[in-house]
């Protein structure tokens, strides 16, 4: 069984940064896809961004160019207040191209608070 947790969110300011890191536990995927989904309130969860084994990214067009998806975090720049959610690593065996939905993805982590004040 895989376990992850997610760690290093916090309230900022608008423009601030922040970096989330997801950490696995059990044991591990030679190749799995790994992704952070996003939830704020009255809203629909919707994916941020991907990373293959290969290292290839994808990312949501209301986040490109200010958050970067490495293999264990989530680098968040320029921080806005559309970005306040709870923040969800997801991991899936097997590589991003079988994703089709979020319901893919196998292991999910228990969330972390994202707060951007304006």
């Known amino acids: 069984q895989v376990q992850l947790r997610e760690s290093g969110g916090g309230s900022v300011q608008s423009g601030g940064s922040l970096r989330l890191s997801c950490t696995a536990s059990g044991y591990t995927y030679s190749t799995y896809c790994k992704g952070w989904f996003r939830q704020a309130p009255g809203k629909e969860r919707e994916a941020v961004a991907t990373?293959?084994?290969?290292?290839s990214t994808t990312y949501a067009d209301s986040v490109k160019g200010r958050f970067t998806i490495s293999r264990n975090y989530l680098q968040m720049n320029s921080l806005k207040p559309e970005d306040t959610a709870m923040y969800y690593c997801?991991?899936?065996?097997?590589?991003?191209?079988?994703?089709?939905?979020?319901?893919?993805?196998?292991?999910w982590g228990q969330g972390t608070q994202v707060t951007v004040s304006s």
């Open positions: 997801a991991a899936v065996f097997g590589p991003c191209r079988q994703v089709i939905a979020d319901r893919d993805f196998t292991y």
């Open positions: 990373i293959d084994s290969d290292g």
